[in-house]
């Protein structure tokens, strides 16, 4: 198998092609997660299923992803980046093409879950070449660069989808993306090289499990209470069920000589609390960005696709504004960014605490662009100096373990807000004189909104708090004189 041996020699490697096959691969399948949202009434009426029922084709997606993630890093340390890379853009592109051709609703759901497959795999095997390939001087603009597609992707989503539902039928959002994927794949093919150290670990069959039944059913139950309530039996079952699992994964992985997801990455301070500081920010972001489409389209009446052009602007920028923080993070360290970056996003939900039915368009695109600067100051810079303090050895590790938990940060914290919104408007309604009245309801929503927004506000404070105490890190590998590039790793220590 290609790459196998102690190390791969990096000094040769050209770096500029492999961040290219990244970018367009990432660009892709991060698209497609927020693509399909605009579609959702036509796809209800085409195959005459439920809300509920259409609901499953973003909650399986999110699934996948959080059963499939935490399992990345045992395969990296099987599969050469190569092989792990197109697998993963060949499970989309196939996804992909069921998906365009669907004749019924499973089917359509069967290709949803393959496409995630990839995007799975993929993610975390981008972020672990980056940190192979850069010394970690550099590595903020690279990270910095993938930061552009991970968050502009999918802020470009809804607004391109809308745009295509405008002319043309559900489909043509599968068409356009088949031949972006097989660019990928072609692209690739040619230009990615292996930059992974195979050790071909023992694969714990039950570990595999345990985390399966973890972190799905914690991810799927959260999901669900937005729909269906916390007082469900499905709701808190599955989550009992995964919380459960979780433990005993984590227990498993501590006895393990070579476990799954090493959770030694945690003895490391400034990963685990860079981890803990993603997890709430990352809580705020996924729920801001459902809350508000819900707000603009409930209480202003906008359309699916005048609410996709609002949040576009501040997609554009975070986009812009991730590279530039990536340049900034490698000259000046993580504190100089995160904590006023920290800063801006409790501002920016602040001022999100009062909106209103009368609000104008501009002043929630004005609030948006804020909070995504805010962001785009964070997320990269803080990622980047919790996995540079990680040895090499761990690095796959790493990734797979900060990319599952915001994973399940999104699940816990979209279901958290959701539920704080309808649950407020209902005790609006109920002491409402006149609740049938569509203004009154557009009131409930407001104030349901509020409500979800002071919670917002507290855990953003939180998150402000953990970002005082992250500081520029260095690995361990790099105490011990071995250089970044191109060097045998060191020895597994044994437990």
């Given amino acids: 198998m290609e790459g196998q041996g102690p190390s791969v020699d990096l000094s040769k490697i050209k770096r500029g092609p492999i961040v290219v096959a990244l970018i367009i691969g990432a660009f892709v399948a ?61 499970l989309f592109f196939v996804g992909t093409l069921i998906s365009a051709f669907a004749p019924e609703f499973g089917v359509l759901l069967t290709g949803r879950i393959v496409q995630a497959l990839g995007t799975g795999l993929m993610l975390p095997v981008m972020m672990n070449t980056i940190l192979v390939i850069f010394p970690p001087e550099k590595r903020g603009g690279a990270m910095g660069l993938m930061g552009l597609v991970i968050m502009f992707a999918p802020a470009i989503g809804p607004t391109v989808s809308g745009l295509i539902l405008d002319s043309l039928e559900w489909r043509w959002l599968f068409y356009l993306v088949l031949p972006l994927a097989l660019f990928s794949i072609l692209f690739a093919a040619g230009f990615l090289k292996n930059v992974s150290t195979l050790t071909k670990p023992k ?32 709701v808190y079952w599955t989550i009992i069920v995964g919380i459960v699992a979780l433990i005993l994964f984590v227990w498993r992985q501590l006895l393990l000589k070579e476990p799954v997801m090493d959770l030694r990455a945690f003895k490391f301070p400034m990963f685990t609390l860079v981890t803990i500081l993603l997890f709430v920010v990352m809580m705020t972001l996924f729920s801001t960005l459902t809350l508000l489409p819900l707000f603009m389209q409930g209480a202003l009446l906008m359309t699916a696709f005048k ?3 609002t949040l576009l602007p501040g997609g554009v920028v975070n986009g812009i504004m991730a590279p530039v923080s990536g340049k900034l993070f490698d000259k000046f360290g993580p504190r100089l960014l995160v904590v006023p970056g920290l800063v801006i996003v409790c501002v920016a939900i602040w001022m999100f605490t009062g909106i209103n039915e009368t609000t104008s368009n501009g002043y929630i695109i004005l609030i948006h662009i804020i909070m995504m600067v805010g962001i785009s100051a964070v997320m990269m810079p803080a990622q980047t100096t919790g996995l540079n303090q990680l040895p090499r050895n761990l690095y796959p590790h790493g990734t797979a373990i900060m990319n599952t938990l915001q994973q399940v940060s999104g699940a816990i914290g979209t279901a958290l807000f959701i539920s704080i919104m309808s649950n407020r408007s209902k005790d609006y309604l109920s002491k409402s004189s006149d609740p ?34 992250v500081k520029r890190t260095k690995s361990p590998d790099q105490d011990a004189g071995i250089q970044a590039e191109g060097q045998p790793k060191p020895a597994r220590a044994s437990h």
Avoid: C
Avoid at 207 to 212: E, H, M, P, V
Avoid at 225 to 230: D, F, V
Avoid at 439 to 452: D, I, T, Y
């Fill in 30 to 90: 991060i698209l497609n997660e927020t693509l399909l949202a605009n579609a959702l009434p036509d796809l209800m009426k085409e195959f005459a299923v439920s809300y509920s029922t259409i609901q499953w084709l973003s909650t399986a997606y999110m699934l996948v992803i959080g059963v499939l993630v935490p399992v990345t890093a045992v395969l990296q340390l099987w599969f050469t980046t190569r092989q792990m890379f197109l697998s993963a853009m060949i």
């Fill in 203 to 234: 694969v714990d069959v039950l570990s595999i499990l345990l985390s399966t039944i973890g972190f799905g059913g914690v991810v799927y139950g959260f999901s669900k209470s937005g729909e269906i309530g916390w007082s469900d039996p499905e």
């Fill in 307 to 309: 609410s996709g052009l």
């Fill in 436 to 469: 049938t009245n569509p203004l009154e309801a557009a009131k409930g929503m407001v104030s349901g909104l509020h409500s979800a927004f002071w919670i917002g506000l507290a855990i953003g404070v939180l998150a402000l708090i953990l970002g005082f105490f």
